[in-house]
């Protein structure tokens, strides 16, 4: 296999398992939000364009504005299972995401005691 149909490979491998955690609508649209990516309506990458490793990271960074660590942690099994250059993206993503700060939970509305 070529170096650039591996990389497809990957790409679409992380974007149909999005469509299966997010729902294809937010995942696709997502996906298509990468700059060099062209992806079909199945999830499949189609063309790539420009450094792969970089599409691997635009991805990714994509995902991670929406769930954080939830989407690292999803990828992670994945992503070790493809080159050693994937490696680097793996610990660029893991340091990128332990900086994000998870959201928090919105203050709760007082409750009125007593009895009318």
Not at 88 to 112: D, G, H, L, R, W
């Amino acid at each position: 296999m070529q170096p650039n149909t591996d990389y497809k490979k990957l790409l679409t491998d992380v974007i149909q398992k999005q469509m299966i955690i997010l729902g294809p609508t937010i995942a696709l649209a997502k996906a298509r939000n990468v700059k060099g990516l062209t992806v079909a309506d199945d999830g499949s990458v189609v063309n790539i364009e420009g450094q792969p490793q970089e599409l691997i990271q635009g991805l990714i960074d994509q995902f991670v504005q929406l769930s954080g660590l939830i989407v690292k942690k999803t990828m992670e099994p994945l992503l070790s299972a493809y080159p050693d250059g994937v490696a680097n993206t793996i610990e660029k993503v893991a340091e990128a995401t332990a900086q994000v700060v998870p959201p928090t939970t919105p203050p709760v509305a007082p409750t009125t005691g007593g009895t009318q």
